[in-house]
């Protein structure tokens, strides 16, 4: 199975993460300015940054349906 998010996938992930991040943690009022400043200018679509994170999310997500995959055929399916 493969899996792969395009890249408006992957900054609509950002921003729910981010969005959470802002609303529920503990942060003060410099690292929110500090996160927001960040996801608005460095991390917008198209971007250099958000490319780059895509191609992490993919390459993690691969790697993690691939031993998934290995670790299946391994274990036995009786225990």
Same mark, same amino acid.
């Given at each position: 199975m493969k899996v792969?998010?395009?890249?408006?996938?992957?900054?609509q992930l950002f921003s729910?993460?981010?969005d959470r991040l802002l609303d529920e943690a503990a942060l003060s009022t410099e690292d929110r300015a500090a !996160?927001? *400043?960040w996801r608005s200018g460095s991390m917008k679509a198209g971007?250099?940054?958000m490319k780059?994170?895509?191609?992490?999310i993919n390459a993690d !997500?691969? *790697?993690t349906l691939q031993n998934k995959a290995k670790s299946?055929?391994?274990r036995p399916d009786w225990k």
């Open positions: 792969e998010l395009e890249a408006e996938e992957c900054l729910a993460i981010t !996160l927001k *400043r971007a250099d940054g780059e994170l895509a191609a992490k !997500l691969g *790697r299946a055929i391994v």
